[in-house]
């Protein structure tokens, strides 16, 4: 059994060393790379600023935050190398700074609630009256009768935003919304309060909430990403002109297995990159 | 040495504290568009108003130091002779063991325990003012009771031949004698427990729902300063967000500067 284990060991180590360490790239680089724009972006342009950053210690990479407005500003004007947005380019900016655009994830949001509301479809205008306070009892939507305990998440939160994006609108949100930090943090409410509703980034849908259905469309990974799912958008990374050095090593790197790794652990899905 | 090191421990702090009011004032001029005062939040409307949160972490801070002072007091009577011995060790052992647990472990525990009692006993969601200010003077309790005890230990220790010789029975002995006489540390004992009660942005966080409005009864989800600031890390720099938060900073300090104050004019007063 133990000769097994070793030679499993040994070809499972050999496996391993065939394959190329997408990392190797930033083996012979230095410098400093500035990225700055969309908050929802942050999770994962830390995650893989960090790996590249223990793996050569020579390179620098600050991240920070700001919002899409910011990241095109930044970037058009050569102060960040990568300028994050949470929508497509507008035609003025890309003849304005000569960006150069790159779509790497779906972030969709899915609304939830307990798994034993027998409310699962909603249409996006009671969701709007939901949220807005002018529906406050699950009877008015076919379910049992009780209050709706209404949660959200902070400002300046990615899934908020696309939330209030392409959901909600511009209307005024209900005082009485209760506001919770993080993803975890709502799945934790919602799963323990029969009467909830809140939202989620659609990687974190499981067991413990159920996702409810917009106008029939079913909150999944698939969906989201085929685009059955209207709830979702992508997130970009941006550059002035085409990228080099560094700033396309760091692109690359978001768009190889460890970058797609790094994405689904933030609760998006990878896009494979698009020529 | 001694002298120098304190000096410089005094400059920083000093240095701490002028950077966090003068930030707070600029932030008070520059965003006086934006109503930093007024009772709306709406970064969409431009309106920045942090009453409410004021509102909320007076209540909180209020409510839940009158609760905790007097389970304090009643732990310090436990520890000073009003409870068998072997019941004020217990209570001793159990007091110390509260200071070793991180705040986060008790805000763990009550989202998963108090917060669906609470939402099942007495409706709402359970993230609320009430729950909130249940587990910060259950927090707040150790601190304060070990403030006072030491205060009424060494008291009766120095009253109490007297006492007895008086023909005073224990009980008579500390609520006549002792607890009158320690005055100074109960009111100290109150300051730091409101100070701490007005600062902890964890447990608020967690507990008390955030909602941004006025509370008015003990189930209503409350936003409070800290809970605020923690919860609205603003990423640009000159926002109206970003005032708020400078503003809220500066308020909160400027809260326990003067509960200190008072408590000092007070303490002195009592002495005399």
């Known amino acids: 059994m133990k000769k097994f284990l070793f030679a499993l060991l040994f070809v499972s180590l050999l496996a391993g060393s065939g394959i190329a360490n997408p990392l190797d790239a930033f083996k012979d680089l230095e410098g400093t790379l500035d990225i700055a724009g969309g908050t929802a972006h942050i999770p994962v342009m830390t995650q893989a600023a960090q790996d590249i950053m223990t793996f050569n210690p020579k390179i620098r990479i600050t991240v920070a935050g700001g919002g899409s407005g910011v990241g095109v500003k930044q970037v058009g004007e050569g102060l960040a190398g990568i300028g994050n947005t949470g929508r497509p380019l507008k035609e003025s900016e890309i003849e304005k700074y000569g960006l150069k655009t790159f779509p790497f994830a779906i972030d969709g949001v899915a609304l939830a609630v307990h798994p034993d509301n027998p409310v699962k479809a909603l249409t996006k205008d009671q969701v709007v009256k939901i949220y807005s306070g002018k529906i406050t009892d699950w009877k008015d939507l076919g379910g049992n009768s009780g209050t709706i305990n209404l949660y959200g998440r902070e400002d300046g939160s990615g899934t908020r935003e696309t939330f209030t994006d392409k959901l909600f609108g511009k209307g005024e949100l209900s005082p009485s919304v209760n506001v919770v930090n993080s993803n975890g943090a709502m799945k934790t409410a919602i799963a323990q309060d029969k009467r909830a509703i809140g939202y989620v980034g659609i990687g974190h849908l499981d067991n413990s909430i159920a996702g409810v259905a917009i106008d029939g469309h079913v909150p999944s990974q698939e969906n989201a990403a085929s685009g059955e799912y209207p709830v979702v958008r992508n997130l970009f990374m941006n550059t002035k002109g085409e990228p080099t050095g560094l700033t396309a090593a760091f692109i690359d790197y978001i768009f190889s297995e460890p970058g797609a790794k790094i994405i689904e652990k933030s609760g998006y899905i990878p896009l494979p990159k698009s020529k | 040495m001694l002298r120098f090191s304190a000096l410089l421990i005094s400059a920083i702090l000093g240095t701490v504290i002028a950077f966090i009011i003068i930030s707070g004032i600029e932030a008070f001029i520059k965003g006086s568009g934006l109503s930093l005062f007024g009772d709306v939040w709406n970064p969409n409307a431009g309106r920045f108003g942090i009453l409410m949160m004021i509102q909320c972490s007076v209540l909180l801070a ?211």
């Open chain 2, 62 to 272: 209020v409510s839940s130091l009158f609760t905790g002072w007097f389970l304090s007091l009643g732990c310090c009577c436990i520890l000073n002779g009003l409870a068998p011995k072997f019941i004020a060790n217990l209570l001793m052992g159990i007091l110390t063991l509260m200071t070793a647990i991180p705040t986060v472990v008790y805000g763990f525990a009550a989202v998963f325990l108090l917060v669906p009692l609470i939402r099942d006993a007495l409706g709402g969601t359970g993230f609320c003012w009430l729950t909130a200010s249940m587990i910060l003077s259950l927090q707040g309790i150790p601190t304060m009771t070990f403030i006072m005890n030491s205060a009424v230990r060494s008291l009766s220790s120095e009253t109490k031949i007297t006492a007895t010789a008086l023909g005073m029975t224990p009980i008579q002995h500390l609520s006549r004698v002792v607890l009158p006489l320690s005055s100074k540390a109960m009111i100290s004992a109150a300051i730091l427990g409101l100070g701490r009660a007005i600062g902890d942005a964890l447990l608020p966080t967690m507990l008390a729902g955030n909602a941004i409005r006025f509370a008015k009864f003990p189930l209503d989800s409350m936003r409070t300063l800290t809970a605020h600031i923690s919860l609205v890390l603003s990423s640009d720099i000159g926002g109206g967000e970003h005032f708020s938060l400078l503003l809220s900073g500066a308020l909160l300090l400027t809260f326990c500067a003067v509960i200190s104050f008072i408590s000092r004019r007070f303490g002195r007063k009592i002495n005399l």
